[in-house]
């Protein structure tokens, strides 16, 4: 496949090595796609704000699919192109049903992670009991009373991201919004739920992106490896997943490439960009 030009690409266990880097190569041979005309874009569940510098650094990376395709920005004027936020009407019943609950919330809205400062305790004692989920925390802003006062006067956001020590409890919760239908229900790994609208998701993000670039869905391309991106690599022309890559996510792949430690997504450029 040697037309592609746009790659979206997933950040963490994908573009990001286990130690959380991107190689040298990596960033060079995303910089020569992108210096043969490829738009490379990043595609994460990570809001704006948190889009690491040193892809950032990388010349020529303009757009960002952040919140899981909740927003794509255009980074030389820190805007949004496109957005496909949570209706502000249901997100109190959402946080009614978790005010309470041993759970980790933490609410994505205008490029940034925000938490309930009053919620700051539990959240470190949950941390402090299951120390694995720590590494998966966003850098947040704490608020007084945030999630009352979204619950008394809701507006929209990006995403509401959901850590849990209690597995039984994630399946639960998990469960019920799937069934309820009005969000959309993924997850980047076994301890996490990211709640979205319906249709925010990051292939369709991606393919608006494409729309706007006068880019046909079939010259694109996503590389992942988490259940976040199922969505992703069913809707480009030519999905890649990582070697690393959850099972469900290597079935459904027109390639896997190597692991993410392995300069899995270097790999897979070279092979079907050049």
């Not at 030009?5 to 991107?22: C, V, W, Y």
Request: charged share 25%; glycine share 4%; proline share 5%.
């Amino acid at each position: 496949m040697k037309n592609v030009k746009l790659i979206a690409l997933d950040l963490d266990g994908t573009t990001f090595n286990s130690r959380k880097e991107i190689s040298s190569r990596t960033k060079q041979v995303i910089a020569d796609a992108i210096s043969h005309g490829v738009c490379v874009l990043p595609a994460t569940g990570r809001p704006r704000s948190f889009l690491p510098v040193e892809l950032l650094d990388i010349p020529g990376i303009r757009y960002a699919a952040v919140s899981n395709g909740s927003s794509v920005v255009d980074l030389t004027q820190d805007k949004p192109l496109y957005e496909d936020l949570m209706s502000a009407f249901k997100i109190p019943d959402v946080l009614k049903k978790l005010h309470d609950l041993p759970v980790i919330i933490e609410l994505f809205f205008n490029g940034s992670c925000y938490a309930d400062k009053g919620h700051s305790e539990k959240m470190q004692s949950i941390l402090d009991a299951f120390p694995d989920i720590a590494r998966f925390q966003t850098p947040r802003i704490f608020k007084e009373n945030l999630l009352d006062q979204l619950i008394s006067n809701p507006f929209p956001l990006e995403k509401i991201h959901l850590l849990f020590a209690d597995l039984s409890l994630r399946q639960e919760i998990l469960d019920f919004y799937k069934e309820e239908d009005f969000w959309d229900v993924t997850s980047a790994f076994r301890g996490n739920l990211e709640l979205t609208s319906k249709t925010a998701k990051k292939g369709n993000a991606i393919l608006k992106l494409a729309q706007i670039l006068d880019i046909k869905p079939e010259e694109t391309m996503a590389i992942g490896d988490s259940f976040n991106d199922l969505d992703m690599l069913n809707a480009v022309g030519f999905s890649v997943a990582m070697g690393n890559a959850e099972p469900e996510v290597k079935e459904i792949a027109d390639f896997i490439t190597k692991s993410n430690d392995e300069d899995g997504v270097a790999y897979a450029i070279e092979k079907f960009a050049f």
